[in-house]
């Protein structure tokens, strides 16, 4: 059975940083790429960063690009999401997913190629 634990979220002032992990378990996680994808309320899920498994290459949407940092260590079947510089908009359930089909591209996420998903982790940024 596969599953996916996040943890790490909470409330921060905006500015402020946090740490997402995600530990997984019943799956190949050194041949799975990983993600994290966020859902705001009221509106749909996207994807927010994503990583090959090898963790040789990353995909960021837009509005984090340098100031979230995705990275993975397949010793502990773990994936991480760096939150820096928080912006109120931040405000969203983190959800890490995985992805086995062992195709990757940095140049873009879709999120129905990922086959697992975890219950999520609640980020709130306060301004």
């Known amino acids: 059975q596969v599953q996916l634990i996040e943890s790490g979220g909470g409330l921060v002032q905006a500015g402020g940083s946090l740490r997402l992990s995600c530990t997984a378990s019943g799956l190949a996680f050194s041949r799975s790429a990983m993600g994290w994808f966020r859902q705001a309320p009221g509106k749909e899920r996207e994807c927010v960063a994503t990583?090959?498994?090898?963790?040789?290459?990353?995909y960021y949407t837009d509005s984090v690009k340098g100031r979230f940092t995705i990275s993975r260590d397949n010793a502990k079947n773990t994936v991480s999401l760096q939150l820096n510089t928080l912006k109120p908009e931040d405000t969203a359930v983190y959800y890490c997913a995985a992805d086995q089909r062992m195709l990757y591209t940095s140049r873009y996420c879709r999120q129905n190629e990922y086959d697992y998903w975890g219950q999520g982790t609640q980020v709130t940024v306060s301004s």
């Open positions: 990583i090959k498994w090898s963790g040789t290459n990353q």
